[in-house]
């Protein structure tokens, strides 16, 4: 990892170490987070730490730590067991369906299986990141604005793939993939990005670019990155 970024770790075991207690603002702030599922399985068990703007945090973690299952409470794809979840100074854990779309909209997701729709165009992967803000009859007819089509069109050139974005997106291979990912969660102009292993399907020469590319969008663009990584995606880097 690049000694400039402003790197914050937690471990799963250790994560009150990292409390902030000097009175800068901050973006996000998990309290005694809890999660347990139907069946009893304890995924989170009172997490609480705080992310300023602007911040670079990773979470590391073995498989079966809860990583996904923090990342996915945090903007409410589960719901949490007990905990808040404040961002903004707003209490995710209370905020009303409208609400939830408004925060979503500003929290770009980007995910281990890259989850592309892959029979549709790259550009239109892209332009799904812009789904929350076009009129939704617009989109339907997957009719977007000339200048959202110039938006997802500048993040794929700084990814480096503008020649693929008329291709299929399952005519990529998975680092490409990861980099469409990428321009999605650009397009929605987030305030936050939550990478759940982001790398972890990649071989460990594409894994640095891609982890290069989220260190650059938290340096250029002053977005927060919250970054799952498996224990040997560490080790790689
Ligand atoms: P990680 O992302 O670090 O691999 P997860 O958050 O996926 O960890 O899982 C944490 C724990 O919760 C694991 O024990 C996992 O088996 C369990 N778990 C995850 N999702 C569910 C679910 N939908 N139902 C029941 N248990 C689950
Ligand atoms: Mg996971």
């Known amino acids: 990892m690049s000694t400039n970024t402003n790197w914050k770790q937690i471990q799963n075991s250790n994560h009150q170490n990292y409390l902030n207690n000097n009175g800068t603002k901050l973006m996000l702030e998990v309290k005694n ?20 703007p602007g911040e670079f945090l990773a979470v ?9 299952t923090l990342l996915r409470c945090i903007n409410r794809l589960i719901e949490p067991t007990a905990g808040q979840i404040i961002w903004n100074g707003m209490d995710i854990t209370q905020a009303s369906q409208d609400e ?18 892959s029979r549709s165009k790259v550009i239109t992967n892209v332009l799904a990141g812009r789904l929350g803000y076009v009129n939704p009859f617009m989109s339907i007819a997957n009719r ?8 997802a069109l500048a993040q794929l050139d700084r990814v480096g793939i503008t020649d693929q974005a008329y291709k299929r997106a399952d005519e990529l291979s998975g680092g490409q993939q990861q980099r469409v990912g990428i321009a ?7 305030e936050m990005i939550l ?6 399907s990649l071989d460990p020469v ?8 989220l260190e650059q969008i938290n340096q250029e663009d002053g977005v927060m990155v919250l970054c799952s990584l498996h224990f040997l995606d560490l080790v790689h880097r």
Not at 144 to 151: G, L, V
Not at 206 to 213: C, G, K, N, P, R
Request: charged share 25%.
């Open 33 to 52: 987070l809890k999660k347990i599922y139907t069946g009893g399985v304890l995924a989170l068990d009172d997490v609480s730490f705080t992310v300023e």
């Open 184 to 190: 999605r969660a650009m397009v929605q102009e987030p």
């Open 195 to 200: 990478a759940d292993e982001p790398v972890a």
């Open 100 to 117: 939830m779309l408004r925060i979503r909209r500003r929290i770009g997701m980007v995910f281990q299986h890259f989850n592309l729709v």
């Open 144 to 151: 977007f604005p000339k200048k959202d089509i110039d938006m």
């Open 60 to 68: 590391i973690g073995l498989s079966g730590s809860g990583k996904s």
């Open 206 to 213: 594409l894994a640095h670019s891609i982890m290069s590319y």
